[in-house]
């Protein structure tokens, strides 16, 4: 896990296209944006909430900044939730492997496993990927704002 330091790394990105192409096999959207900082230091406990203008078209945006230890209790939770599906999806991948070699026609056994595996892989996914972008910044509102959100790079 990275080091927290004073201020976010991640920033603040205003949207100002994006351009679908489609392809013969696959597809491509291009977003073109521009990035600004989040001027707000981290408080030493809990979260601080402050409002970010942002550098291009100037609207105002809260913004919700955590402290260092609980930052590094979200990464945690995401890796807990990677860790747990990755064990819940390994033995379901091991179970539907063995039950394809018995060649059975009754497709009743491989509910469960099936069932298991998606779940399981679903969760080590959300969770790789949170844990990847977590820096302990979010949007004041559920969900969000239009226009904007927050990148790392």
Known sequence: MTKTGEYPQVRLA???GERHREYVFVSA????Y???DIPVSRPAIGV???TVACGSCERRLRVRVFSPARRRRWQQAWCGLFLLGALIATPSTIRLIALDALDGTDPLPYVLPMLTE???LGAAVVGAMFLG????VRFASFWGDG???LRRW
């Open 133 to 136: 972008t977590e820096d302990g």
């Open 34 to 36: 521009s990035l600004s």
């Open 14 to 16: 205003c949207i100002h």
């Open 29 to 32: 959207t291009t977003v073109r």
């Open 48 to 50: 601080v909430e402050a």
């Open 147 to 149: 226009g904007h959100r």
């Open 118 to 120: 998606v779940l399981g």
